[in-house]
Every structure is written in structure tokens, then in C-alpha cells.
């Protein structure tokens, strides 16, 4: 039975990546993608139960190109996570990333990680191994909505496509106590959004790219692919927008508050009707990180009815209830503290703390570090 959780834990993360060849100059990083179902969650969490995790492949392969757009192909996995492939150091070492437009940082896992089973099932970063390497130290921690990292930060050269960004600092993530982490497709994140909510003020990859003249032009874009069947999740353009992949005219907001990708949302409409929601105004931001459409629960609620969708937090409720209504309620009558509930069945960890077709735009002023968005 063991070996079987196991099996279907090494199903539920592995994925097959191609080498796709790039004829137009322009450089892109794919993206794969597999539809969400309960039932593989169930998996993970009793995998995760039996003390069981599969570990993802590291093959993801990058297109090269021959011009000032970098583009990298991405994949798609689980609708959830469109990540592609970096390298740090001389040699290079590879990693898969998310490419994160709502934080600034790049982190990878660290050599030195020893106490995280996270570090464990993914590719880790070795200093001693780069000639390019420069020792930094100083220690960090950042905190997603979906779990948290800790580490030292760190100076190497970092290959994006087919540029490479000379002495960037980034993270050497030396603990990943989240579970999110273990069982993500991805290594690490890295950061696109604005220095202002960089931990530790580090200068973000994409603006040493910029600065370094890695790109014509201070752009970069996303195309998110929402086929299902398709090889090709989706690619990211640094220096550019890919033009096989929109018609007609970008239209251009700018935005209000550098950090996030943050602008100023006029409406929101369901059913071509005004929900009344942003009548005085209200901010969104653009997200790469995240496959999710949030909002206030009204407006949610109205959406989801709208289109007929239930929302995953109702029905991992409902799994929640059926599983293990009968454990939570005998724990409640012997006076365990609600509090302390989920832990006792093991549905939590103690350190709980971070798709449509599409094509997104950012620029950025090179001067200023000021942006607009294009969609």
C-alpha cells in the first residue's frame, strides 16, 4: 500500500518536457499545464500522512534565441504553477522558477539546506561548485501567502534564456518548512516586481537586466496558454512582446503603487453587469504567481454563481468533513482545543504562513523604475 502512495505521489509530479526550436529570433521560456482534481490532492495529503513524497523532474528546457528578446518557454502544471528554467553560476547550474511578478527576490534552494525535506526533492544551489561565486552572507526570510523560506543571500552570475546577469544577489534558501514547497514543481521563485518590497533592498534580476543593456527594450511579457491539451504552457518575453500571440493594440493603465503590479480597477462586472463593488474606486494587482482570482468573498461568491463554479475551499470542506468529521469531532468531545484540531489529525503544518489565455505586458521607465501595464 506504501508503495503505491509513493507511485502515485512520483505520477502526480512528474512531467515530460520537450526542446522546442525557436526560428523568429526571440527568446521564451514554455509553460505546462494539467487540469486540478481533488482527487490527485487526496493523494498528496495522504501521501504527506504516510510521511511519503515523490520528487519532481528537473528537465525543463529552454528555447534560445539570437536577438535583445529573452524569451523563455514555460510550463504548466496543474493550472497552478507556470514555471521555466534559469541557471546560476559558472558552470551553470539549473533550476525551474516561477516567475513572480508579486515579489522581488530570487531564491533557490541551498546545499547547505539540511533540515527541510523540501530541499531534498529539488535541485540545490552549490557555491563551491561556481568560479563566479561571491559570498555574501547575510541572513533573510521571506514570507509568502503559501509558506515562508530563510536563508543568506548570495552574488552570481544567473542565466535567463540566453543572457546571463552579472554578479545578481539572490537567496540560498537554507530552510523550506512548508509544505507547499515540497511538493511544488518548481526549485525557487524569482521575483519581478519592484525593489521596494525586495527584501533586504536587493536589487531585483529584471532591472540588472535592464541596467546591464541585456534588452532593447525595458519590457517584459507573459502569455499564458488555458489549452489543456496543448505541449506548450505559455512563454515569457523579456525585451519585448511575442506577436504571435495577441492581435490588434495593447491598451496601457498605469500604475499607482510601485512594489506590486498595482493599478486602478474601474469595475467589475458579471453577466455584463455592474456588481456595484469598485463604485468609489478600488486597487488590483497583476500576479504571476498565483493561479487564483481573488477578491471580497460578495464578489467571489457572485462569480462563482455566475458561472456555475464551486469554490475549492468549499469543496475541500466537504472532503475535509467526510474524511475526517468523525476523528475531529471525538478530539473536540476529548478536550482537545479547536486550535490545536488540524495539527492532531496532521492536515497542518506548524509553520502555515503565499488560467486563462492571456498576454500581459509590463513596462517599466529605465530611469524612473516607474511602470504601466498592457493587456
Not at 522546442?20 to 482527487?39: A, H, Q, V, W, Y
Not at 484540531?341 to 516607474?370: P, T
Request: charged fraction near 20%.
Amino acid at each position: 500500500m506504501k508503495r503505491n502512495y509513493l507511485y502515485a505521489v512520483f505520477c502526480l509530479l512528474a512531467l515530460t518536457c520537450s526542446l522546442l526550436p525557436s526560428s523568429d529570433g526571440l527568446r521564451r521560456i514554455n509553460l505546462k499545464k494539467r487540469p486540478l482534481d481533488l482527487p490527485s490532492i487526496s493523494v498528496a495529503k495522504q501521501a504527506r500522512l504516510e510521511g511519503k513524497y515523490g520528487k519532481g523532474l528537473n528537465n525543463a528546457q529552454l528555447k534560445l534565441g539570437g536577438s535583445n528578446r529573452d524569451i523563455v518557454d514555460l510550463k504548466n502544471y496543474f493550472d497552478a504553477q507556470y514555471y521555466g528554467e534559469i541557471s546560476i553560476g559558472s558552470p551553470p547550474q539549473n533550476f525551474t522558477v516561477i516567475f513572480d511578478t508579486g515579489s522581488s527576490n530570487l531564491w533557490v534552494p541551498s546545499s547547505k539546506c539540511y533540515f527541510s525535506l523540501a530541499c531534498y526533492f529539488h535541485s540545490k544551489y552549490k557555491a563551491s561548485k561556481s568560479s563566479t561565486y561571491t559570498k555574501i552572507g547575510k541572513p533573510c526570510s521571506i514570507h509568502y501567502g503559501s509558506g515562508s523560506i530563510s536563508g543568506h543571500f548570495s552574488q552570481d552570475n544567473v542565466g535567463v534564456g540566453d543572457v546571463v546577469v552579472k554578479d545578481q544577489v539572490f537567496i540560498e534558501a537554507t530552510r523550506e518548512p512548508s509544505l507547499t514547497f515540497l511538493i511544488a514543481k518548481f526549485d525557487g521563485i524569482l521575483g519581478l516586481g519592484f525593489q521596494e518590497i525586495s527584501v533586504g533592498d536587493q536589487v531585483p534580476v529584471w532591472y540588472n537586466m535592464v541596467d546591464q543593456d541585456l534588452v532593447d527594450e525595458p519590457v517584459f511579457s507573459f502569455w499564458l496558454n488555458r489549452d489543456t491539451e496543448a505541449e506548450e504552457g505559455g512563454e515569457i518575453v523579456f525585451g519585448g512582446v511575442d506577436p504571435k500571440h495577441y492581435k490588434g493594440n495593447h491598451s496601457y493603465v498605469p500604475v499607482t503603487q510601485k512594489g506590486y503590479w498595482q493599478f486602478e480597477m474601474g469595475d467589475f462586472l458579471v453577466g455584463n453587469l455592474s456588481t456595484g463593488f469598485c463604485e468609489g474606486g478600488c486597487a488590483a494587482i497583476v500576479d504571476s504567481g498565483t493561479s487564483l482570482l481573488a477578491g471580497p468573498t460578495t464578489i467571489v461568491t457572485q462569480i462563482n454563481h455566475a458561472i456555475g463554479a464551486e469554490g475549492v475551499v468549499s469543496m475541500e470542506c466537504k472532503e475535509i468533513a467526510s474524511q475526517y468529521g468523525d476523528m475531529i469531532w471525538d478530539l473536540l468531545v476529548s478536550g482537545v482545543q479547536p486550535d490545536a484540531v488540524c495539527s492532531q489529525i496532521g492536515l497542518c503544518s506548524s509553520n502555515g504562513a503565499q488560467s486563462v489565455s492571456s498576454n500581459i505586458e509590463m513596462v517599466v521607465d529605465k530611469e524612473n523604475k516607474e511602470g504601466n501595464i498592457g493587456s
